[in-house]
């Protein structure tokens, strides 16, 4: 995946999720082959251990679904929309080297029950659950057209699976515009004198709990990009090793 676009754009940060397409061995037999782009660059997914934060940053390869079964499980990757992307995109690794059924409705419920077996990883993961439904959605919307293949329902497997990446980017990086907008304008609105914005978030809502920005804190990171003087803090009972305490002293 490349770095989120817009708001926060060019800024350092630690990625719990990195999910990237590199050029296949075979990629040099040229562009008139008859593959597609896709079929000559082939994926890669990485997680973040956020175990062995913040002594160690260390990435973990996922080859399929059973890797991220259990990476999901033993808490390397946390955060509701981080779990529920990363074992969307397992699935689409696993397709790309996986010896698909003879028909497409028998991909079909291959998919189905990959899906099932992931949200077994963490049952209470809401997000997980719901991405599994939308995947299992698309694979039998592609298995129901006319001319349906193995591989035409695993194509859009993948595909979906990609596209919620980067969806969640998009809104978080949008939750924080308007948020921070929000925010200065209520405070505007009441303040008779500037001074410091307290800005106090709730549980595991940064970069590494989602696909590259955060939610709540995502505002904060929009407040502190927009140069807005502050003071804020992530404080829960819900608190994961990448929980942080994050104060801006930028003057606006």
Known sequence: QDPPRGRGA?????????YQRIASPSAGRGAD??????ER???????LDQRKLPHEKTYLDVKGTEDAWRMIRDMVVRGAPAIAISGALSLAIELQEADLPES??????????????????????????IAAQEL???AANS???PESTPQTVADAVIAAAEKMLQTDTDGNLAMG????????EAVQAKRSKQGNLRVLTHCNTGALATASFGTALGVIRALHNDKVRMKA?????NTSLNSIIFTSTLAK
């Open 104 to 129: 497409a409705g028998e991909t079909f419920n291959w998919i189905k029950h990959k899906l099932e077996y992931l949200v077994t990883s963490r049952p209470t993961a809401v997000n997980l659950s």
């Open 41 to 47: 660059m082939r994926a890669q997914l990485k997680l």
């Open 177 to 184: 515009d308007y948020g921070s907008k929000a925010i200065q």
């Open 136 to 138: 299992v959605q698309v």
């Open 33 to 38: 082959d008859g593959r597609s782009n896709n």
């Open 143 to 145: 298995r129901d057209c």
């Open 233 to 237: 803090k992530q404080n829960t009972s």
């Open 10 to 18: 060019g800024e350092e940060q630690l990625r719990g999720i990195l």
